[in-house]
T-cell receptor, first 115, second 113 residues
Framework: EPEVTQTPSHQVTQMGQEVILRCVPI?????FYWYRQILGQKVEFLVS????????KSEIFDDQFSVERPDGSNFTLKIRSTKLEDSAMYFC?????????????FGEGSRLTVL | GDSVTQMEGPVTLSEEAFLTINCTYT??????LFWYVQYPGEGLQLLLK?????DKGSNKGFEATYRKETTSFHLEKGSVQVSDSAVYFC????????????FGSGTRLQVQP
């Protein structure tokens, strides 16, 4: 069964460092998403991406964040200068262009710890 | 704005007990409603959904009915198993052109043998 894969599963970094989280969406999906969950809090939407551009972003997704689809398979989230409050689980998801709205397929998540 | 409120966990039950996890929502328009489940070490998976009022979503013995009058989508299962131990997330899509889901905070269910 096709699945969304994410790497790394866990990354520890120092405050101020750049981090790149990687995702391989399901191959025939065209919408891609990043969500995050700070420990004990809600799963929060960060950004959605379609046709090689951001289609929607939340207020969390400020200038420190960027997304890219550098090739036909990967979808990356970059945090330029990490802060302590960026520590969270980051989930990548993908969905088809047609079909039921809202049926997202999620990866297992990448846990980011900023020290 | 859109929001989803779930009962806090953890919910601890014995095997074969009845499960209810409450979920209420606030949304513009006519949202679609979802329950996602996250088993240990895995990503979120769609458990069930309902796209209009009075619809009942069901899967793996779980059910939830879209109640517009009470803005609720409570998850129920008649007899839980140890394998149901997971975190359950209620979510909505407001169907206003956004494709992003709004999630609740999740409810951890622990089923004891």
């Amino acid at each position: 069964e096709p699945e969304v894969t994410q790497t790394p599963s866990h990354q520890v970094t120092q405050m101020g460092q750049e981090v790149i989280l990687r995702c391989v969406p399901i191959s025939n999906h065209l919408y891609f998403y990043w969500y995050r969950q700070i420990l004990g809090q809600k799963v929060e939407f960060l950004v959605s991406f379609y046709n090689n551009e951001i289609s929607e972003k939340s207020e969390i997704f400020d200038d420190q964040f960027s997304v890219e689809r550098p090739d036909g398979s990967n979808f990356t989230l970059k945090i330029r200068s990490t802060k302590l409050e960026d520590s969270a689980m980051y989930f990548c998801a993908s969905s088809e262009t047609s079909g039921d709205t809202g049926e997202l397929f999620f990866g297992e998540g990448s846990r980011l710890t900023v020290l | 704005g859109d929001s989803v409120t779930q009962m806090e966990g953890p919910v601890t039950l014995s095997e074969e007990a009845f499960l209810t996890i409450n979920c209420t929502y606030t949304a513009t328009g006519y949202p679609s409603l979802f329950w996602y489940v996250q088993y240990p070490g895995e990503g979120l998976q769609l458990l069930l959904k309902a796209t209009k009022a009075d619809d009942k979503g069901s899967n793996k013995g779980f059910e939830a009915t879209y109640r517009k009058e009470t803005t609720s989508f409570h998850l129920e299962k008649g007899s839980v198993q140890v394998s149901d131990s997971a975190v359950y997330f209620c979510a909505l899509n407001s169907n206003t052109g956004r494709r992003a889901l709004t999630f609740g905070s999740g409810t951890r269910l622990q089923v004891q043998p």
